[in-house]
Structure formats: C-alpha cells, structure tokens
C-alpha cells in the first residue's frame, strides 16, 4: 500500500467516523419520535405510532415556550447584530495598540462562563432598574456575549475590504452617511446575514445564562431541561425532528436560490458579453 493510498484511506475513514458521530444521534432521536413507548428511546421498539406528533400538538407550555424563544432570539439579532457591526467598524478605525486592548475588552464576554454573565446582568438591572426578570432582561443577557460572535464576523469581512473604494467617494463629494449606506453596508451585507443567523442559533440553545435573566417567562431549553427532570417524553422528539426537517428545508430553498441568482448572473454576462463583441462589417458587393 502506498504512502497516497493510506493517506486517502485514513481521510474517508476519519470522515466516515465524523458524520457516523455526528448523524447518528440525530436518526436515533428521530426514531424514537415513531416509538409507542412513552419514553424517548428506540429499545425496546413496542411499535410504529404517529401519537407523539398530536401530543407535540397539544402540548400548549411548548408551543408557548418555543413562542418566548422565536421573540428573544429577534429581539437578540435586532441588537447584536448592529452592536457587533459598530464594534468591528471602531476596531477597524483604531491604531494598532488601542486595537488590541478594545479588542480584549470587548471578546472578554466569550470567555465569560454564561452563568456568571446571567447572574451579573440580573443584579445589575434589578439594583438600578429593578428589572427582575423576563424577556427584555433575557435579550439584554444574551446581547452581551452573542454580539461579540457578531463582531468577529464583521471584523472578518472587513480584513478584505478595499478602504480605497470609501475615499474614491468622499473625493467625489458624498457624505460618509452615504458612503456606509451604497459602499461599507452592501459590502458586508453577507457577514449581516451570517451574523444575523448565528445570534439566532446562540439565543436559541442558550441555557445557562437564560436561566437566571428568564424570571416567569420560559424559553424552549428551560423548558426541555425541567421535562427532563420531571419526566420527559418523545413528543420533544417530535418538536425535535420538525425543527431538524425545517432547517433542511430551508438550507435546500437556500441553495437553489443561490444556483439561481448564480444561473442569472452568468446568463447576464454572456448577454453582456456578446453585446460587447464587435460587429463584423459585411465584405463590400461590386
């Protein structure tokens, strides 16, 4: 056996184990919703049921739970992702040595145990606000680590960005309000969209730090990890395997929009391309 051949063959093995680890957890849970047994788990199998989805159904603590989620995760995207864009955009304007000091500053909330970050935010906004507790200390809680992750996708971007292009435009006369708007903005508008949906996914699975900002409102982890204690059931496997198949949904519509506008864009450059081709004259007649 050759050196290329064991080394191709322990790349597929280790991608092999990779997504054996990482799918088949998901197949078991998804398995479990279809199980008759009122606990989630696929042994033993007692039979094929589709009760567990009318379970899900009724269940109105969950859907209210999952509800509170879906309004604090907005709520979080709606201020981190305009938090972590100022953010980056300040690094990007300071010198080297303040840059490195803010920076520590400001990536410090993701080093921060949740816990700690969910704690402080309570006593610091009851003690001067006397805000208890709830949805809006639960974005506020969850804002203050999660636009750091914003911050770095921006900060990314903006390593690739050609600052020529902003002073071409103050040259020629516009505003800087007005260079952010039709230059900086649609430049980063990709590290937004991303930025955007990892605040989602950060709010949404957040536990620790949720857990001491919720006050009498319950998030969909909270809520999971007290059915957990007091007896869960596969009807969470249910919720579970529609969220799994809505994300696959729409990473799929995600993709075949991409090969569309993909597909437009080169349709539209080869249009452009033989407008542009010069015309032949036609040989002269005697």
């Not at 935010?121 to 805000?131: A, K, M, N, S, Y």
């Not at 006050?215 to 249910?238: C, E, Q």
């Amino acid at each position: 056996m050759t050196a290329e051949r064991f080394r191709r063959l322990l790349v597929n093995g280790y991608l092999v184990l990779f997504f054996v680890y990482l799918f088949v957890p998901l197949a078991i849970m998804a398995a479990a919703t279809f199980n008759q047994s009122r606990f989630p788990t696929v042994v033993p199998w007692t039979g094929f049921t589709l009760d567990w989805f009318a379970a899900l159904w009724r269940d109105q603590r969950m859907w209210d739970a999952l509800g509170t989620s879906l309004i604090v995760a907005a709520g979080v995207i709606a201020l981190a992702v305009p938090i972590g864009l100022a953010a980056a955009l300040l690094l990007d304007r300071l010198h080297a040595r303040a840059r490195t000091l803010v920076y520590a500053v400001m990536v410090s909330p993701l080093l921060t145990p949740g816990v700690i970050v969910g704690i402080s935010t309570l006593i610091f906004w009851r003690q001067w606000f006397g805000v208890t507790g709830g949805v809006f200390l639960t974005v506020v809680a969850q804002t203050s680590f999660i636009a750091a992750y914003a911050m770095l996708l921006f900060q990314a971007r903006l390593e690739r960005f050609d600052r020529t292009l902003e002073e071409a435009a103050l040259d020629l006369g516009a505003t800087h309000l007005q260079v952010f708007r039709r230059i900086t903005l649609p430049y980063l508008m990709p590290a937004v969209l991303s930025a955007a949906f990892i605040a989602f996914l950060q709010s949404f699975e957040n536990y620790n730090t949720t857990l001491f900002v919720r006050g009498l409102d319950t998030t969909l982890t909270v809520y999971i990890a007290s059915k957990v204690r007091t007896g869960l059931t596969p009807a969470v496997n249910a919720l579970s395997l529609v969220l799994i198949l809505l994300t696959i949904l729409g990473a799929i519509a995600y993709e075949l929009m991409r090969r569309r506008d993909e597909r437009r864009k080169r349709v539209a450059a080869e249009r452009a391309g033989d407008l542009a081709a010069p015309v032949e004259p036609a040989p002269a007649t005697s």
